[in-house]
Structures are given as C-alpha cells and as structure tokens.
C-alpha cells in the first residue's frame, strides 16, 4: 500500500513564510504529513479492507475472535470478562488494550458496572485494568481488544518527499507530497477480539 501525504501551501504561507518565518514552519508542514502518513498506518492496521492493493487490518483478518453484546450499544462489565477470556485462551491477554470510537466511549464509561458500587466498565481511561483509547479511526459500535504488538506493520524503503514548486508556480503554491511503501500483516489472530456493539 502506497499511503501519501500531501499538502498546497497558498503564497502566504510558502513564499512570505518560507522566506520571512524561522525554520520552525519546515517542521510544522513536515508534522502535519507526517500525521497523514500516520493516520493512513493506522487505518490499514486496524479496519485495513484486503481488496486491492489495501493491507488486511486485524478487523477483517479470518480467525479473530468475535463477541456481540446484549444491547444498548455498550458492553456489560461481564461481557468485556468474556471477550479478555477469549485473548486468554490465546494467552496474550497481558498487555492488551481496547479501541474504540470516542461516541462509544462515552456510551461505555457511563454503563455502571452493578447497581450498588458507583463503578463503571470505563473508569480512569481502563476498563479491567487494561488501557482504552480512543480513535476516530474506529468503525461506531465496533470495539477491538487486542495485544496490538501481533499486528505487524512493514514499511518498505525510507519517505519518498516530493516538492513541487513549478506546477502552480504562477499562484505561487508550492505542492508538497510524501509518500510511503507499507504493509500489515497479524502474526497471532488469537491476540484480537472484534465486540460488535448490539443497539
């Protein structure tokens, strides 16, 4: 998979900034693609489709464990016991973690975990002592436990940086574009599990 960065810097930004700023906005215009690059990564990595040239992410890879919950668009305090039991059962529940989307997260913090304790399922950013994080990236009303570190990402060659300044010379914009060659493979389909949220 070829993941591309790109970015048009207008006149105010390229010719003023470039001739007038410090070299602080080479580093704020190589962050910003870099991110993009980045965010593309973590995509395939995570809900990758497989159909072309796109990586398989460990969402769509055969073999990962699968749990749906009862309802409500959350999941209960024993049904994340249940799908950390299915890691178990690989024996790669040590350091894994949750993802999810930050509207699912704000559903499953406030699921109180019985009637009586004031607990919840999410509590300080964990849920049964493991970390949850948050990602735009991640499909609503998906969740994902995995020990990530199963997840293999190959990058081919260095950052191929490719600086325009002829093609819209006459706008003054300078294109910025940056590319890089990388690969997803999952080594251990046992260390996922894929929680589908029941509405």
Not at 7 to 14: A, F, G, I, R, W
Not at 46 to 70: D, H, K, M, Y
Request: net charge negative.
């Amino acid at each position: 998979m070829d993941i591309a960065g790109y970015s048009k810097m207008t006149k105010v930004s390229t010719l003023e900034a470039f001739t007038q700023s410090d070299p602080s906005i080479d580093a704020l215009v190589r962050n910003d693609l870099n991110r993009h690059i980045a965010k593309g990564i973590e995509d395939a990595a995570l809900e990758g489709s497989g159909s072309g040239a796109n990586p398989t992410g460990f969402a769509n890879t055969s073999c990962i464990s699968t749990l749906a919950t009862s309802g409500s668009s959350t999941i209960t305090y024993p049904e994340a016991l249940t799908a950390l039991s299915k890691l178990e059962e690989g024996d790669v529940s040590s350091t894994a973690a949750f993802i999810m989307n930050p509207a699912n997260f704000v559903a499953i913090a406030g699921t109180a975990v019985d009637t009586g304790s004031g607990r919840f399922v999410i509590d300080n950013r964990t849920s049964l002592g493991l970390r949850v994080i948050q990602s735009t990236l991640c499909t609503a009303d998906t969740v994902y436990l995995g020990q990530y570190s199963a997840c293999i990402v190959a990058q081919f060659g260095g950052v191929d940086l490719v600086v325009d300044n002829f093609s819209e010379a006459r706008s003054a914009k300078v294109l910025i574009t940056q590319h890089q060659m990388v690969d997803v493979g999952v080594r251990h389909a046992q260390a996922f599990c894929k929680i589908t949220l029941t509405a």
